[in-house]
């Protein structure tokens, strides 16, 4: 996995958490969130209440102005940041998780006789990997 993808996927969060700071959601961010799920086949797996909310919150937005209540704006960044993720985030975050299960599992001993294991569980290249691996 190259720096482009963790940039990338650095930056959906940072936009997310400065739209909490913010707790404002404008009408031309979902619209883009909601393109965005259209091209990547995000949008027809969810489910029909995200699609109902996030549908409503898109007519609000357009008709009424931004979205300002914070209840609403966290469940539509969920749905937002599910909408916008890609083949290869998810993957980077099932490897996350195995190496994570790894670290924790794994005993100081292991550590000594195969020291290279706890660098590879930090490069992001063989976490990319561990995700691809079933």
Known sequence: ???????ISGNIIWG??????MSVITYAE?????????????????????KALFRA???YAKHRGSIVNTALVEK????????KETKGMRI?????????ELLEKSEEGVFTWAPQLKYWL????YIFWLGTVR
Do not use: C, Q, T, Y
């Not at 997310?16 to 700071?21: E, N, Q, R, T």
């Not at 930090?122 to 290249?125: I, L, R, V």
């Open 1 to 7: 996995m190259n720096d482009s993808a963790i940039r």
């Open 16 to 21: 997310i958490f400065k739209a909490i700071l």
């Open 30 to 50: 979902l619209l883009a969130s909601f393109r965005k799920g259209l091209r990547n086949g995000n949008w027809r797996k969810r489910n029909f209440m995200d």
């Open 57 to 59: 919150s898109l007519w």
């Open 76 to 83: 539509l960044l969920g749905i937002v940041e599910r909408l």
């Open 92 to 100: 980077f975050k099932r490897g996350l998780k195995k190496a994570v």
């Open 122 to 125: 930090k490069d992001p290249d």
